[in-house]
């Protein structure tokens, strides 16, 4: 069986360790598991995000160097002159962060400049927020531009700002976040827990936020 067969039936049975095994005992695992980012089935996709974020705490043990290498593989992929286009390599580097938290301080920052940028504005802002919750205050600087993304079109955008800004721990976010209770726009989101996708309406999630 192919790398890739092989690789997208363990993360179909989201069996970590037999992924942790079958990564460290190859090379190239980096460019397999990249593959899988673009699995027709957005399931496979997300798990294959997770992974990343397994492997890359398990590298951190030994070898920090070789997560920043990943990173660094992943921005380049962000980068026009790359010729390719990861889109989803935001919400890599952000699992990869929230696996490491000790590489926050180095990357958290350099994620939130594509906040605004084609097309990684959905996977930066989902990204951001998963590094938020093991980092509360990390976006402090980017409250003005979250407020105002509240409002924004892109309903992905709009849920995950809410998260964001509910980890800041901001009376003026608060207040924001509340104008979205009556948001029934439906979003349907990836679950790191349970390895599930959960389906949730904006104004569901902003009033779950106010009353936490």
């Given at each position: ?81 790359s010729g390719i286009c ?127």
């Open positions: 069986m192919r790398p890739k067969a092989v690789v997208r039936n363990i993360l179909k049975s989201r069996d970590r360790t037999a992924f942790l095994d079958w990564a460290l005992n190859k090379g190239n695992f980096a460019g397999t598991l990249t593959s899988l980012l673009f699995d027709s089935d957005d399931l496979i996709s997300f798990r294959a995000i997770e992974a990343f974020g397994w492997i890359s705490a398990k590298k951190a043990e030994t070898d920090l160097e070789s997560v920043r290498e990943i990173i660094r593989r992943m921005l380049w992929g962000m980068n026009d002159e990861l889109w989803r390599a935001p919400e890599v580097i952000g699992e990869i962060l929230v696996n490491v938290p000790e590489l926050i301080p180095e990357y958290a920052n350099i994620l939130a400049e594509h906040m605004n940028e084609e097309p990684f504005e959905r996977g930066t802002y989902s990204a951001m927020a998963r590094v938020a919750r093991i980092k509360p205050g990390v976006y402090s600087a980017y409250s003005g531009e979250l407020r105002k993304s509240l409002g924004n079109k892109d309903p992905y955008i709009r849920a995950s700002a809410v998260k964001i800004l509910n980890n800041l721990n901001s009376s003026s976010g608060k207040a924001e976040i509340a104008k979205l209770i009556g948001d029934k726009t439906m979003v349907r989101v990836y679950n790191f827990t349970n390895g599930k996708f959960d389906e949730i309406t904006i104004g569901d999630l902003a009033e779950t936020y106010i009353a936490g």
